[in-house]
């Protein structure tokens, strides 16, 4: 069974830093596009970074410049170092995975921004 757990999300002051990790399981993942979208209360879910299989990484102008994506695929494991955060940040990050066709999701993370 294939899951995605988030983990590295709280409560942080404006102007502050977080990590975000994401573990897959059940399958191996070093061949897949690893991603991380966030969706704020009241909000569609939204793009924030991927990184392909090959390291290509991509941000959404939103972030580009804070947030940067990267992958451990001997730990199956994909990081997001988010730094200048800002309130406008504030939301639920999910983790996600395209491989062969196939999406899957984490249960997310939370992340608060706020003095």
């Known amino acids: 069974q294939v899951q995605l757990v988030e983990s590295g999300g709280g409560l942080v002051q404006p102007g502050g830093s977080l990590r975000l990790s994401c573990a897959a399981s059940g399958s191996d993942f070093s061949d897949a596009t690893m991603g991380w979208y966030r969706q704020a209360p009241g909000n569609l879910r939204e793009y924030v970074a991927i990184?392909?299989?090959?390291?290509?990484?991509h941000y959404d102008n939103a972030v580009k410049g804070r947030f940067s994506v990267s992958r451990d695929n001997a730990k199956n494991t994909v990081y997001l170092q988010m730094n200048s955060l800002k309130p406008e940040d504030t939301a639920v990050y999910y983790c996600n995975a395209v491989k062969w066709g196939a999406t899957y999701w984490g249960q997310g993370t939370q992340v608060t921004v706020s003095s």
């Open positions: 990184i392909t299989n090959s390291g290509s990484t």
